[in-house]
């Protein structure tokens, strides 16, 4: 795997978590087909269809709204190599009110003469109950091209893809809807060592990884001072990135959960994304240091 996207995809996959939902039944559904082979500019038809979608779960979300706005810079080794940003506005699906994430990464211009990157990722998330309904990934990196869709049927639990038709656990989520999910997650109460199971599908598969709580840390980055929840992804064997050494991600210790920092240790060296800017917020920051 390019290591330029290596950090960012650890972001929105190895530190997607999702809580045992199985109480969380799920009732008949009348989930609209779509066309599984849709690209980003198709998938508008299916936005506009409506589902009988009967009592799913509804679950509380201070941590990101509609106009967030996060910009990080990809550091590897001591080269910023890369920049990508992820943005949540507001849509409709099935006839239910979503979040829409955008992930952009982005090589620099000076890194495009050795490996130009232009990745594109989204996901629609249910504003009520934080599972996807809707999938995109969009790779542009030297050479290589891919193209992913997934649409998800919560109901019956089906994910139709470019890749084909799977069963699905309930709720389940995709690489980015999971990291949002987890910022809805309240550590307060956290012990060091304390681990959450989650769940992820992509491609074919769903993956199932642990997250460790590893303490609180005060770190600095281009964006600021913050007092942070330091976690720890633990990658199993067979799952959809494993890293040859730790990796350890610093979100802000408040309501927000805005990723801040994410470090790791590869093969080839070492990587960080770190958070240079931000707006747009769901409420007050508290966990920002004002030292200045």
């Known amino acids: 795997m390019n290591p330029v996207v290596y950090v960012l995809l650890l972001v929105v996959s190895q530190t997607s978590f999702v809580q045992d939902l199985r109480p969380f039944g799920a009732p008949a559904s009348v989930f609209a087909d779509t066309n599984a082979a849709s690209t980003e500019g198709k998938s508008a038809n299916a936005e506009t269809?409506?589902?009988?979608?009967?009592?799913?779960?509804?679950?509380?979300?201070?941590?990101f709204a509609p106009g967030e706005y996060l910009k990080f810079d990809i550091i590897y080794g001591f080269v910023t190599a890369a920049e990508a940003v992820m943005k949540v506005s507001d849509t409709v699906m099935y006839g239910r009110k979503c979040l829409r994430v955008d992930?952009?990464?982005?090589?620099?211009?000076?890194?495009?003469?050795?490996?130009?990157?232009?990745?594109?990722?989204?996901?629609?998330?249910?504003?009520?109950?934080?599972?996807?309904?809707?999938?995109?990934?969009h790779i542009r990196e030297g050479g290589f091209q891919r193209d992913f869709v997934a649409?998800?049927?919560?109901?019956?639990?089906?994910a139709q893809?470019?890749?084909?038709?799977?069963?699905?656990?309930?709720y389940v989520q995709d690489m980015m809807s999971a990291f949002y999910f987890a910022r809805t997650i309240d550590y307060s109460n956290f012990k060091p060592g304390q681990k959450i199971h989650l769940q992820n599908?992509?491609?074919?598969?769903?993956?199932e990884l642990d997250v460790k709580f590893r303490g609180r840390q005060t770190i600095e980055v281009e964006a600021g001072t913050f007092?942070?929840?330091?976690?720890?992804?633990?990658?199993?064997?067979?799952?959809?990135?494993?890293?040859?050494?730790k990796v350890f991600v610093w979100i802000t210790d408040d309501d927000r959960k805005i990723p801040i920092r994410v470090s790791s240790k590869?093969?080839?060296?070492?990587?960080?994304?770190?958070?240079?800017?931000?707006?747009?917020?769901?409420?007050?920051?508290?966990?920002k240091v004002n030292n200045q």
């Open 201 to 207: 599908f992509y491609k074919d598969s769903t993956y």
């Open 266 to 287: 590869i093969p080839i060296g070492s990587i960080d994304s770190e958070l240079t800017e931000y707006h747009g917020i769901n409420g007050p920051v508290d966990a």
């Open 151 to 158: 649409n998800f049927d919560q109901l019956k639990h089906v």
């Open 227 to 245: 007092n942070c929840v330091v976690i720890e992804p633990l990658a199993k064997e067979g799952g959809l990135f494993k890293s040859e050494g």
């Open 161 to 170: 893809t470019t890749e084909g038709k799977y069963t699905i656990p309930p």
């Open 103 to 137: 992930f952009r990464l982005n090589s620099k211009p000076f890194f495009n003469v050795f490996y130009k990157v232009e990745d594109r990722y989204h996901t629609v998330i249910d504003s009520e109950g934080l599972f996807p309904w809707h999938f995109e990934q």
């Open 49 to 63: 269809r409506q589902l009988n979608v009967g009592e799913l779960r509804k679950l509380p979300n201070k941590a």
